[in-house]
């Protein structure tokens, strides 16, 4: 049995609706927010400031350092153990290397920018929704960036490839699914995240990967508007 | 060879600004294949063939010449560390603070103490970001009293705006002191309601600083909460950089450089000043 129609009537190459935002956090320097269906994240930027701990700093460069957190209550009714667990580090880790191709950190020897995610919702696709709301939040903050970082997953319900699985489609059984997170930088088209999770044939693998790039595109595009749109309202010296 | 936006636009990092090779990247811009991008949050700024952006928000990376308001954070060998609101902090050394002299193994804390506000200049920078700072030059002080309050340092040029305009406005209509650091520290002292006042309008410039006609803005509002005559906010320019009140004129200093480090101890700081008259024949000499 194919999964012809999915469950939420999207198209096969739909992603969820999305809500993207800039400047949410004010005491923060910078910090965005991003929600793709029931996917919410925040990101607030730190910095670049004082490096510590100390062995840590590279006196050629600013290093970049994130922090992926769930809330307690965001999954689906299981308390999620607030703090550091292997998953949240692991995905801590690919965030990192997801945004560092994108940034210039040269000018802030010894420093480090410090980006915090935060999920209060979550219904599959959270390692994405942190790193599209943390792409905002780094520009936001004024860090010299050649791209914004969309990112998206894409992978198979039962033979058939679909774009951005919801909760619904990425929990059945291994067999049946198969969930493969991207991220890239629009403007060359590298790709700057490839997990995947599940079985999935090597040709349908590389039709995976040209199918998600409208979605790409289409979610760096929210990004920037999300940027600009913060600076939108009170252009033409309106009501601070 | 199209321009993509127009000058003083919003643009965001890896938005093409302009297609084909009429134009050429600068700061804040980069080229990519036949495309120029931004690499930045910023204002698009158009100088005839040449794509800059004027960045909306960062960090402050501290620059030669720079005058900046640091704090206090630690108490060195010989000098005091200063925290610029920035990722680097500030060496000021004892030889750089005062034109006093301050003996071997002196407390340090009598000219400086923790958590204290100084005005200092920054006079060096190394490739590591590590910074030198002075107290020793016109307006160079220790701060008492009075607020401080932070701002995102790319905004500061609004602040003060051309030759000091802005803040002379706000100074004018508060009659408050301000002193703007190029780091985004701003002190200022005055009555507590017009400080109020003067916060409030600097929070509005930074509200609204990649807008046009911030100036007439400004006069308004400071116009609505003061109550002043909005014809003697015209013209209201200054001629020192950062806004030094009339009482922070220069003083004369006898000398900038060649000056020995260790001179002879002198008494009470009012001994260095130099007598404009020569010194009296004491008794028995002739």
Known sequence: MAYERRHDG?????????????????????????????????????GPQEC????????????????????????????????????????????????LPVLDLDDYPNAVVDVFIELPETDAGSRCAGICAAAIALADAGITMKDVVPAVSVGQVEGTLVVDLDGEEEHMDENAAADIPVACIPSTGEITLLQMD????????????????????????????????????????GAA | MELQVKDRDVVVPGQVVATGMEYLPSTGTYRLGDD??????????????????????????????????????????????????????????????????????????????????????????????????????????????????????????RIIGTKGSMVGMIKKATGCKIIIGQNGVIWMEGAPDK???????????????????????????????????????????????????PDDRPRRYPREEGRPERGPPRGSSNDRRRRPYPARPRRGEQ
């Open chain 1, 10 to 46: 999207r198209a096969a190459d739909e992603p969820r609706k999305i809500t993207a935002k800039a400047g949410v956090i004010k005491k923060a320097d910078g910090s965005g927010y991003f929600k793709i269906g029931d996917t919410a994240a925040y990101a607030a930027v730190y």
């Open chain 1, 52 to 99: 510590h701990p100390a062995w840590m700093r590279n006196p050629k460069r600013g290093i970049l350092r994130c922090t992926y957190s769930m809330m307690p209550f965001s999954g689906d009714g299981e308390r999620v153990r607030p703090g550091p667990s292997r998953r949240s580090k692991e995905i801590s880790m690919v965030t990192e290397k997801a945004l």
């Open chain 1, 198 to 237: 599940g079985v999935m044939e090597p040709e349908k693998l590389l039709r995976a990967l040209d199918m998600v790039r409208p979605a790409l595109d289409r979610i760096a595009e929210a990004q920037r508007n999300a940027i600009k749109e913060r600076y939108a309202h009170s252009a033409g010296g």
């Open chain 2, 36 to 157: 120029i991008r931004a690499n930045r949050l910023g204002l698009m700024k158009i100088e005839g063939k040449v794509l800059k952006t004027i960045p909306l928000a960062g960090v402050y990376l501290p620059q030669k010449n720079d005058v900046v308001i640091g704090k206090v954070i630690d108490i060195l060998m010989s000098g005091w560390r200063l925290a610029l609101n920035s990722p680097y902090s500030a060496v000021l050394q004892v030889k750089d603070a005062t034109f006093d002299f301050i003996a071997k193994g002196a407390d340090l804390t009598k000219y400086f103490d923790l958590e204290d506000h100084v005005v200092a200049k920054v006079i060096q920078v190394t490739s590591q970001n590590l910074v030198d700072v002075t107290c020793k030059g016109p307006g160079l002080k220790k701060l008492t009293g009075g607020r401080i309050i932070k701002v995102c340092p790319h905004k500061v040029p």
């Open chain 2, 195 to 245: 400080e109020y006042v003067a916060v409030e309008t600097i929070r509005l410039i930074e509200e609204l600083a990649h807008t046009t006609g911030l100036t007439e803005r400004v006069k308004q509002h400071l116009v609505e909460r003061t109550g002043v005559d909005a014809a003697s906010l015209e013209h209201v320019e200054q001629e020192e950089e950062f806004g030094g009140s």
